[in-house]
């Protein structure tokens, strides 16, 4: 059997802005083959509790150097005696005087470490009382029993982001009041990624999300702050460079030590000759598709993501992770489920499913007035689920905010993007939501429960980016009488303009916003002629200037008429599309790597 590995937080309390010696003794810690969780400064006595009960650990080690041990160190026993974890040993070390040490004892500290303390005297202390508080209990190593040694009753899971460019208000909310134990950014889709594969090739630092380094600066010391642990896709096409980025703005902000895990190996492009793929959309082997590979990525599920939370990562960076397992795979490590619990596992699917999607489950895609009205929209807030351990879940928003939740919101996200509700296919498991229990909770909470599982598929979703030229496009408005007779004559002038210059287009598409741009050929014969239009000519081609011409024609038509256009604007960009396949779950390694700002 297996050594018993000793699992430690050290942690900083109140105002004190120097961290060095805790960081020292923390890698001293490791060092001796113990996991070392840091917390990074100015944590709170309740912080510190609720993050040594998270996380399960077998001894807390306190720096203090502003003289305030005698204030904050009764706070952080009484908090521990009060959750049932006053067995616990904590230690204590810093600017500390010796009259104070028999009252430290007092209170209950295991061991005070003053100035000109050893490495061994420290490492020694810590193992002692830890091994001398394993003797009783005889207990196993950490392995399926961590639910009953958890001492947890519930989890706190938010929103973030729902997406690369979501809003950073909502988050900055959701950090500062959810009481979090976890806060999930889901920031990636299948064209998201593949952008950011194209973005890379420009620059090899420009794989990771856009916004990563706003919500570093904005969201994430917050949540941070209040011993919540993020989790985020937002690593897209550069995990590693992804948490390079992180720790750079952390660091810039004075947040030392906080440990970042970029979860790797999604990526396949350099493999796609050796693992011989077939496009699900029209049965070829990939090497048939046209145009230029930029990407291909598994769709990967939360082991990786448990792996990174359970050596005490406080951020976990990945790139394509299916969205529901980003909210997995927290509740995974809070409870310690396994990976084959398929009631619990389908349980946190329908969790994550309801949430990443963001505002649709407080109200947004719901609000449709007069017939569904949601109050104070602009003020919604992001979801957060209340999990028990054994999965039941309450979906509900921050207190205050915006928006609304109830069970006809709660079905519709639930159903959102699902094929078939009796097999939602993820990566950790195929859930069956066919006999769901949405219920109310009181204001603006929904308990959702009896969703469960099947075993996970055998193979995984791998999405595969072509580059396909570009599209240009322009667009220019009229208004008044006659508009549309006048937009519909500068659009045969734009397509002749473009049969004069033998503009290579693979294909071309016109429309009338304001009448006919989104039903197109199923709009009414009958439908009202608008007062105002604005004409929209687009086109492919293979190359950036071939797609430049159906902009310039239209950007034309402000002095060539016909009369009165006005508000033209063009543009041209590249086209990426995405196909899929399917690859076989043990082709896909993932694997770890670290970082700490």
């Known amino acids: 059997m297996a050594a018993r590995i000793i699992r430690v937080l050290v942690g900083k309390v109140g105002l004190d802005g120097h961290d060095v010696g805790a960081r020292v003794v923390a890698r001293a810690l490791r060092d001796a083959g113990m996991e070392v969780i840091y917390t990074g400064m100015r944590q709170t006595p309740e912080r510190l509790v609720r993050t040594a009960l998270q996380e399960d650990v077998d001894a807390l080690g ?41 009252e430290l004892k007092r209170f209950g500290v295991a061991g005070v470490f003053l100035h000109g303390s050893t490495m061994s005297q420290v490492v020694g202390a810590v193992r002692a ?74 620059d090899p630092r420009a794989g990771s999300d856009p916004w990563l380094e706003e919500r570093f600066r904005q969201i994430v ?3 941070l702050a209040q011993g919540t642990r993020i989790i985020s896709n937002m690593g897209a096409a550069d995990p590693a460079g992804a948490a390079e980025r992180a720790a750079a ?73 299916s969205d529901p397992s980003l909210y997995v795979a927290g509740l995974r490590h809070a409870f310690g489920w396994a990976a084959d619990d398929w009631p ?20 947004g895609f719901y609000a449709d007035p007069p017939y569904k009205v949601v109050p104070d929209l602009a003020r919604a807030s992001f979801p957060l689920a209340e999990v028990a351990a054994d999965g039941t879940a309450v979906i509900t928003k921050l207190e205050g905010s915006g928006g609304l939740v109830n069970v006809e919101i709660v079905l519709e996200q639930l159903l959102h993007e699902v094929h078939d509700p009796a097999a939602y296919l993820t990566p950790d498991g195929i859930a069956d939501f066919s006999r769901v229990c949405l219920e109310p909770d009181g204001v603006d ?46 659009a045969l002038v734009v ?93 896909v390694a993932t694997h770890l790597s670290w970082r700490e700002s």
């Open 344 to 363: 619990r596992i389908g349980a946190g699917i329908a969790v994550g499913h309801l949430l990443e999607c963001g505002a649709l489950v407080t109200g």
């Open 495 to 587: 397509r002749e303009r473009l049969e004069m210059r033998k503009a290579d287009l693979q294909e071309t598409r016109v429309d009338f916003i304001g009448w006919n741009a989104v039903h197109g050929s199923a709009t009414p014969a009958g439908a009202p002629e608008p007062y105002e239009v604005r004409l929209r000519v687009a086109g492919r081609a293979a190359t950036e200037p071939e797609a430049a011409i159906v902009g310039d024609e239209v950007e034309s038509l402000y002095v060539w008429g016909p009369v009165g256009g006005g508000g033209a604007r063009k543009a041209v960009r590249p086209v990426v599309a995405v196909y899929s396949a399917l690859v076989p779950r043990e082709k």
């Open 62 to 102: 306190i720096s203090i150097l502003s003289g305030a041990h005698l204030f904050f160190l009764p706070k952080i026993l009484a908090g521990l005696r009060a959750a049932g974890a006053g067995d616990v040993p904590v230690f204590v070390g810093g600017v500390i005087p010796a009259e104070d040490l028999e």
């Open 445 to 490: 909470r929904v308990r959702v429960s009896s969703v469960t599982a099947r075993p996970r598929p055998a193979r995984l979703k791998v999405s595969i980016g072509i580059h396909e030229g570009f599209i240009g496009e322009g667009e220019i408005s009229y208004a008044g009488s006659g508009a549309l007779d006048r937009a519909r004559l500068a």
């Open 249 to 321: 703005v952390l660091g810039s902000q004075n947040l030392r030590g906080v440990r970042i895990a970029a979860v790797e190996g999604d990526d396949l492009l350099s493999r796609l000759d050796e693992l011989d793929l077939i496009i699900a959309e029209t049965g070829e082997p990939v090497r048939s598709l046209p145009g230029r590979l930029v990407s291909a990525n598994a769709h990967i599920g939360a082991d990786t993501l448990v792996e990174a939370l359970a050596a005490g990562a406080q951020v976990v960076l990945a790139g394509r992770v």
């Open 129 to 202: 009382a830890v091994e001398a508080r394993w003797r009783p209990a005889r207990e196993s190593p950490r392995t399926s029993d961590r639910v009953a040694r958890n001492r947890r009753d519930a989890v706190r899971i938010g929103t973030g982001a729902a997406y690369s460019e979501d809003r950073i208000d909502p988050g900055v909310e959701m950090a500062r009041r959810g009481r979090l134990d976890y806060l999930v950014f889901e920031c990636l889709a299948e064209r998201t990624l593949a952008l950011a594969q194209v973005r890379r090739l420009k």
């Open 221 to 223: 010391p917050i949540a």
